[in-house]
């Protein structure tokens, strides 16, 4: 993408990244989450969703363990399997070209009481902050240590129904980043801070949410680990949104800050080779594309995958659970959705796990976009002044081999479509020539008299000339044949239904003639 301004980040780029966002966060709603949508919904990619794996009482994915996490145990773990290139995002290219992508992802609240402190600022003399600071590694760029502020509001502890932790009235998410640069060692350009030794988990790129519910309460305590709430709000009046009218007790956030930590690994692999021989090792998202450099035979495939993998991961902004909190902020959250008139109405104990995997699933979606807008280009026309055009013939391949999906064609299989009507063709023309070919052979003395003539004679047609001549109506010609004849204006037997449960045919002169014997007794 080509350099932009300041005013041009700010007014274009960072709003189409959180439609983008948004965009994607909807496909994984109606395709990921809900599995029950019929495919038209969901039939904007090459496949309708990526397959992948989660443990969900998974361990502490950073070396400071229990010091660090909350639990040792009931943390989560994503990994997306091998994602083909040809088969799932649709880049068709010939197999030796094709790459695979594996992404891993670990969560886990963490402890925020060894990592944290009270302080006073004082801001002019009549002017001071209660703040509670965070100290997760030092900020990058920036004259202070810690990693995250929070501004406590002691005034708002003497309202009923305030929270102590802020006047807003829907939460706040703050997101930092920290990635692992292309030598393998912590990078302090491209993040947002420098771990501690507790979070530098090696060859993974790290991310912290936090969490802060300000004015919101609860209308139950809650137990989960990030939504924790126990402290007493007072009492506030139920509405139609909780199904209950009376009086309910209400809790605040346990703390003004609540934590959730992740890792991210990223792994490239030749398609054609094993992955335990052609893979590059899980690394941070800059550092896996040069590892991916000794993966690759020749020159070719290597600017073929400069030209498809890194822009691919590259509009994805790397592939990270954090970019989907980072772009939408508290709009990323699952929770919001039971929050009404500033109470959050009941939330499970796994709660942070939901949040997690809805963020896992946005990316996937977003992966999924993105290989289809390498080749299309941005949905808002606005991003095309900044895009880098083809430069060479590797770029121009790439941009004429993506598989889309269009109402305007339909897609068949010739090959099907000629067995179906060669087979049919034959089936048919069989039937047709088939009893002639018989019907020859029994002539000729091949086949015996009585056989052919009992098959004959077993046709419909044949079985209704037997019945009319057996009654003496018709002169009958083609007996023998397939279809037998009467000569012209020959009349046949009718249908007697005297007795309509046992119809049967009947001589009608005879019938005439009882009744004109009948007639004449009267007289």
């Not at 363990?65 to 399997?81: A, E, V, W």
């Not at 807008?373 to 004429?400: D, I, K, W, Y």
Request: hydrophobic letters at 35%.
């Amino acid at each position: 993408m080509n350099t932009m301004t300041d005013k041009n980040y700010w007014d274009t780029y960072r709003p189409y990244l959180a439609q983008r966002t948004m965009s994607s966060m909807s496909y994984a709603e109606r395709c990921y989450t809900n599995t029950n949508t019929i495919f038209q919904e969901c039939s904007v990619f090459p496949k309708k969703r990526l397959s992948w794996t989660s443990e969900r009482d998974a361990g502490c994915p950073f070396p400071g363990q229990n010091k660090t996490c909350l639990s040792n145990s009931g943390n989560i773990r994503f990994d997306t399997g091998y994602i083909n290139s040809h088969y799932d995002l649709g880049i068709n290219s010939p197999p030796e070209d094709r790459f695979l992508y594996r992404g891993v992802h670990e969560c886990a609240p963490l402890h925020t009481v060894p990592y944290s402190e009270d302080r006073i600022l004082n801001l002019t003399p009549t002017d001071t902050r209660k703040v509670k600071r965070y100290y997760y590694g030092d900020y990058v760029n920036e004259p202070f240590n810690f990693t995250y502020q929070y501004v406590v509001d002691d005034s708002l502890l003497n309202r009923t129904t305030g929270g102590p932790f802020g006047s807003t009235l829907d939460y706040t998410l703050a997101v930092h980043r920290a990635y692992e640069s292309f030598d393998g060692s912590p990078s302090d350009t491209d993040s947002d801070f420098v771990p501690i030794p507790d979070l530098q988990r090696p060859a993974a790129d790290i991310s912290l949410m936090y969490l802060s519910a300000n004015d919101v309460s609860f209308a139950e305590q809650t137990d989960d680990s990030w939504y924790s709430a126990h402290l007493p709000a007072g009492v506030g009046s139920g509405g139609p949104a909780w199904g209950r009218h009376e009086n309910i007790s209400l809790y605040f956030h346990d703390g003004p800050v609540r934590v959730v930590g992740c890792t991210s690994q990223h792994q490239y692999c030749n398609a054609n080779v094993k992955p335990e021989l052609g893979c590059t090792p899980l690394a941070g998202i800059f550092h896996a594309p040069i590892l991916a450099d000794s993966i690759w035979q020749t020159a070719k495939q290597r600017a073929m995958f400069q030209h498809s993998a890194v822009p691919i991961l590259s509009l994805t902004n790397a592939m990270s659970l954090a970019e989907v909190p980072m772009q939408l902020k508290a709009l990323s959250l699952t929770a919001r959705t039971k929050l009404t008139d500033c109470v959050q109405g009941p939330l499970p104990d796994n709660q942070w796990q939901l949040e997690v995997e809805h963020w896992f699933t946005t990316i996937l979606a977003y992966l999924q976009r993105a290989a289809v807008e390498q080749v299309t280009g941005p949905t808002n026309s606005e991003m095309n002044r900044f895009l880098e055009r083809p430069r060479n013939a590797e770029e121009h391949l790439r941009c004429r081999s993506q598989k889309i999906r269009s109402d305007a064609f339909t897609s068949f299989s010739v090959l099907g479509l000629f067995i179906l009507l060669g087979i049919g063709g034959l089936i048919i023309a069989t039937s047709y020539t088939l009893e002639v070919l018989f019907g020859w052979m029994a002539k000729r003395g091949m086949i015996s008299a009585y056989k052919r003539l009992e098959w004959i004679s077993n046709e419909t047609l044949q079985l209704h000339r037997l019945a009319h001549e057996e009654l003496g109506f018709g002169t009958w010609s083609g007996t023998a044949e397939g279809l037998p004849v009467t000569a012209p204006a020959e009349k046949l037997a009718t249908l007697d239904i005297s007795d309509q449960k046992h119809p049967r045919l009947e001589n009608p002169a005879l019938k005439f003639e009882g009744k004109v014997k009948s007639d004449d007794d009267k007289c």
